[in-house]
Nanobody, 124 residues
Framework: QVQLVESGGGLVQAGGSLRLSCAASGGTFSSYLMGWFRQAPGKEREFVAAIRWSGGSSLYADSVKGRFTISRDNAKNTGYLQMDRLKPEDTAVYYC?????????????????WGQGTQVTVSA
């Protein structure tokens, strides 16, 4: 059974940085896609970024492009979301997710596995 566990959330001032981690277990992830989503209070969950676990292609939401960087460490079965120049509107619960497909996408319903989420709060 695939399990995803996020960590690294917290409270940070606007303009600061955080790095989220997503530890994956229970599967062979070389053929997977890893995605990050977020859900702010009172809003629907939205796509943030995705990357092929085997490397290469990545995809970002326009709202985070140029500020966030998605990456992965195959040896550790861990994915990362480096978040720089954070804004108060980035405040949300961040989730990592996995899909058994090769092409990065932001279609939430196609992701089969989800972590429990980690809270990110950006103060003004």
């Amino acid at each position: 059974q695939v399990q995803l566990v996020e960590s690294g959330g917290g409270l940070v001032q606007a303009g600061g940085s955080l790095r989220l981690s997503c530890a994956a277990s229970g599967g062979t992830f070389s053929s997977y896609l890893m995605g990050w989503f977020r859900q702010a209070p009172g809003k629907e969950r939205e796509f943030v970024a995705a990357i092929r676990w085997s490397g290469g292609s990545s995809l970002y939401a326009d709202s985070v492009k140029g500020r966030f960087t998605i990456s992965r460490d195959n040896a550790k079965n861990t994915g990362y979301l480096q978040m720089d120049r954070l804004k108060p509107e980035d405040t949300a619960v961040y989730y990592c997710a996995a899909d058994q497909t090769a092409v990065p996408h932001g279609r939430e319903k196609r992701y089969d596995y989800w972590g429990q989420g980690t809270q990110v709060t950006v103060s003004a």
